[in-house]
């Protein structure tokens, strides 16, 4: 059985990135390698309406279910918690750092070109012109929020020509510390 360097990884980027793609697939990984885990999409921890208005994004509550749901899953046995979330500050990842219970947390950003994220985001919302309109504006400028906001990244990964799988074996060499 592999050991875990890093009790926690946060993958963080802009829309279109493939954060939960990544997510998915380190778990996946994880579990081939024998190191129990569990993968947690934020997105959907806080997938709640109305949005309060001082709160749009509802950090508050996904900050909230976020330490609920860890805790529970480390309770569990889980040696290796993979979040895929959205961290736009150096003081959110920390508060969200201490919510996952975490001393060991390995911190990845995603970039992607933005003419790669247009394409990612037309496939996912060519349905919903609403949600294709919003997810096209937000990636850039959420983009350059990440690229101001001074984080030391532990990993930095761009996705543009890389499927899940290649990007969860880099954030695997940077997890699992040899057999």
Request: glycine share 8%; charged share 25%; net charge negative.
């Amino acid at each position: 059985m592999s050991i875990a360097r890093f009790d926690t990884v946060l993958i963080n980027g802009s829309v279109g990135t493939g954060k939960t793609s990544a997510a998915e697939a380190v778990g996946e990984a994880l579990q081939r390698c024998g190191v129990s885990g569990a993968v947690i999409d934020v997105d959907w921890s806080s997938r709640f309406w109305p949005a309060p208005e001082d709160d749009p994004f509802r950090a508050a509550l996904a900050l909230e279910n976020l330490q609920a749901i860890t805790a529970n899953f480390r309770r569990a046995g889980a040696a290796v918690v993979v979040v895929a979330t959205v961290m736009e500050t150096p003081d959110q990842l920390q508060r969200t750092t201490v919510a996952l219970g975490s001393p060991r947390l390995l911190h990845v950003r995603l970039t992607l070109d933005p003419d790669v994220a247009r394409s990612r985001l037309a496939g996912r919302h060519g349905d919903d012109e609403a949600a294709l309109s919003w997810h096209t504006r937000r990636h850039p400028e959420l983009a350059g929020v990440l690229e101001r906001a001074g984080f030391t990244d532990d990993m930095r990964i761009d996705t543009t020509h890389k499927r899940p799988r290649e990007v969860a074996r880099e954030i695997l060499s940077a997890i699992i510390a040899g057999p």
